[in-house]
């Protein structure tokens, strides 16, 4: 299952990528509340399916776009060698109700477990090398 279908208010998101995201992403900001969510900047390279005039052109504006998503009911979350983390093509799955998103590779993972994911917002950048 691609990340994008586990994302709530995804509608954005979907006419971005209509096949989902394809390419490898970086998971470049976790940050965990007090109130049970956590908030996810999901980096990606991938040019979107349908130009945002807003943002400019691709490759001459911007070449990266970074998707926020909070969760919600914050069940389960662990991460291993977080200082080790490459891009990656996340494992996304739904048991009873709770998303599971795993980033991993050969020596760090990151594992969240949440209710709920909710589509923010979407900021791009120009000349971001991914590692």
């Not at 490898?24 to 900001?29: F, P, S, Y």
């Not at 052109?57 to 291993?80: A, C, M, P, R």
């Not at 590779?105 to 791009?124: A, K, P």
């Amino acid at each position: 299952m691609n990340i994008i279908e586990i994302i709530g208010r995804n509608q954005f998101l979907k006419t971005l990528f209509p096949d989902g995201l394809t390419t490898k992403i970086v998971l470049g900001k976790l940050e965990l509340r007090m109130d049970d969510r956590i908030t996810l900047n999901i980096y990606t390279q991938q040019k979107p399916a349908k130009e945002n005039h807003k943002w400019g052109v691709w490759g001459k504006d911007y070449n990266t776009i970074v998707i926020q998503i909070d969760g919600f009911y914050l069940k389960n979350i662990e991460v291993n060698n977080w200082q080790n983390a490459k891009p990656c093509m996340p494992e996304t799955t739904i048991v009873e109700d709770i998303k599971k998103i795993i980033f991993k590779g050969d020596d760090w993972f990151v594992n969240i477990e949440v209710t709920s994911l909710i589509f923010q917002s979407c900021n791009t950048y120009e000349d971001i090398e991914f590692v």
